[in-house]
T-cell receptor, first 119, second 113 residues
Framework: AQKITQTQPGMFVQEKEAVTLDCTYD???????LFWYKQPSSGEMIFLIY??????QNATEGRYSLNFQKARKSANLVISASQLGDSAMYFC????????????????FGKGTKLSVIP | DTGVSQDPRHKITKRGQNVTFRCDPI?????LYWYRQTLGQGPEFLTY????????KSRLLSDRFSAERPKGSFSTLEIQRTEQGDSAMYLC???????????FGDGTRLSIL
């Protein structure tokens, strides 16, 4: 079984500042992937960044970086230089990746963090 | 490269009616997923297709729910005899094989009167 915990229901950040959104996870899978998605008020889920459990380096995608600490089972999202358009719900998710063949790779999501960027 | 398309965006219906949602995945994606998201929660997995085969179903998918993916392209999710508790956002996602990220559609928001 997999579990994702996001302990911050809401966060505020000043425009142009950096912000860290917390995510801890629990799994028995030896190999797994961690994801962050953004969900604006319009409802679509937008893929932001991916980290594989055996990746040696932390993932980065533009202003997004994933602070992966395997021993602590944490996968925090760092957004640099926040913009007003970053205001949204942010979901951390994971899936096992030890499958071969027909494994579903279904995602398990946390409850999300609502980020509000203040002008 | 068009994204995942879902139809309709919103559906309002009376309790007891049947509803059907459609999902068109990204064209080269052979994996298709359905999730349900209720207010204040993250999405929860419902079912998964690899090509036309439905390979996994969640315990959340009661007998009133059925999903199909004929010909391995678009998929439909039908809910029979809708109940108040079915009110939610229904999200479809698709991906390439194995470790590729899932890309989501805009969702169908279902409201049961």
């Amino acid at each position: 079984a997999q579990k994702i915990t996001q302990t911050q229901p809401g966060m505020f950040v000043q425009e142009k500042e950096a912000v860290t959104l917390d995510c801890t996870y629990d799994t028995s899978d030896p190999s797994y992937g961690l994801f962050w998605y953004k969900q604006p008020s319009s409802g679509e889920m937008i893929f932001l960044i991916y980290q594989g459990s055996y990746d040696q380096q932390n993932a980065t995608e533009g202003r997004y970086s994933l602070n992966f600490q395997k021993a602590r089972k944490s996968a925090n999202l760092v957004i640099s230089a926040s913009q007003l358009g970053d205001s949204a719900m942010y979901f951390c998710a994971m899936r096992g990746e030890a499958y071969s063949g027909a494994g579903s790779y279904q995602l398990t999501f946390g409850k999300g963090t609502k980020l509000s960027v203040i002008p | 490269d068009t994204g995942v398309s879902q139809d309709p965006r919103h559906k309002i219906t009376k309790r007891g009616q049947n509803v059907t949602f459609r999902c068109d995945p990204i064209s080269e994606h052979n994996r298709l997923y359905w999730y349900r998201q209720t207010l204040g929660q993250g999405p929860e997995f419902l079912t998964y297709f690899q090509n036309e085969a439905q390979l996994e179903k969640s315990r959340l998918l009661s007998d009133r729910f059925s999903a199909e993916r004929p010909k391995g392209s678009f998929s439909t999710l039908e809910i029979q005899r809708t109940e108040q508790g079915d009110s939610a956002m229904y999200l479809c996602a698709s991906s390439k094989p194995k470790n590729q990220p899932q890309h989501f559609g805009d969702g169908t928001r279902l409201s049961i009167l």
